[in-house]
């Protein structure tokens, strides 16, 4: 079965600061895609980035960053600058070929810039 | 391109009611995939369709049921609603199965 572990539940971050939300999976299948959302309170799920599992290089988009570390299983986003704005619910989320790529969402970290 | 609309975006229910949930893919995107969002059990997968088949559920009583249209739009439907299928229900769409979801803003229902 397909896991999807954050282990922090809030996060708080100064304002220009850079900050790192854990995720850890757990998946037999050697080909997943791995994926972060952020979540404002208005409720939509806004993709991040995406890292698949035969990537050789770390994905990286604007401000976002995903730490990919295969033999520990982990998929770490780093938000660099934090801004204001970047005050959110943040999901991490794998699927898989063996599931049939559905779509596992970890439980969320809630992280919060300060001025 | 226009992202994933769902319709309505709030909606007041009350138990035993039955409910319709509307979802319009990004063009050009074949799979829908519903989920249930409420803050005691977080995200919650209910179905995937793609080509008006279903090729995902989760595990959800039968009261909760979808559909594909040839237009790749998606329906799910509720039947005799209960108070605790109060929560934000939203719809995602890819090109394929195996590619990155996009959402929608979600329908928040609120069932009394």
């Known amino acids: 079965a397909q896991k999807i572990t954050q282990t922090q539940p809030g996060m708080f971050v100064q304002e220009k600061e850079a900050v790192t939300l854990d995720c850890t999976y757990d998946?037999?299948?050697?080909?997943?895609?791995l994926f972060w959302y952020k979540q404002p309170s208005s409720g939509e799920m806004i993709f991040l980035i995406y890292?698949?599992?035969?990537?050789?290089q770390n994905a990286t988009e604007g401000r976002y960053s995903l730490n990919f570390q295969k033999a520990r299983k982990s998929a770490n986003l780093v938000i660099s600058a934090s801004q204001l704005g970047d005050s959110a619910m943040y999901f991490c989320?794998?699927?898989?070929?063996?599931?049939?790529?559905?779509?596992?969402f970890g439980t969320g970290t809630s992280l919060t810039v300060i001025p | 391109k226009a992202g994933v609309t769902q319709t309505p975006r709030y909606l007041i229910k009350t138990r035993g009611q039955q409910v319709t949930l509307s979802c319009s893919p990004i063009?050009?995107?074949?799979?829908v995939s519903w989920y249930q969002q409420t803050p005691g059990q977080g995200l919650q997968f209910l179905f995937e369709?793609?080509?008006?088949?279903?090729?995902n559920k989760g595990n959800f009583p039968g009261r909760f049921s979808g559909r594909q249209f040839s237009n790749s739009r998606s329906e799910m439907n509720v039947s005799t609603l209960e108070l605790g299928d109060s929560a934000l229900y939203l719809c995602?769409?890819?090109?394929?199965?195996?590619?990155?979801?996009?959402f929608g803003p979600g329908t928040r229902l609120l069932v009394l």
């Open positions: 995602a769409s890819s090109l394929q199965l195996q590619e990155t979801q996009y």
């Open positions: 998946t037999s299948d050697p080909s997943y895609g």
């Open positions: 890292q698949g599992s035969y990537d050789q």
């Open positions: 989320a794998m699927r898989a070929r063996n599931t049939g790529n559905q779509f596992y």
């Open positions: 063009s050009g995107h074949r799979s």
């Open positions: 369709y793609f080509s008006e088949t279903q090729r």
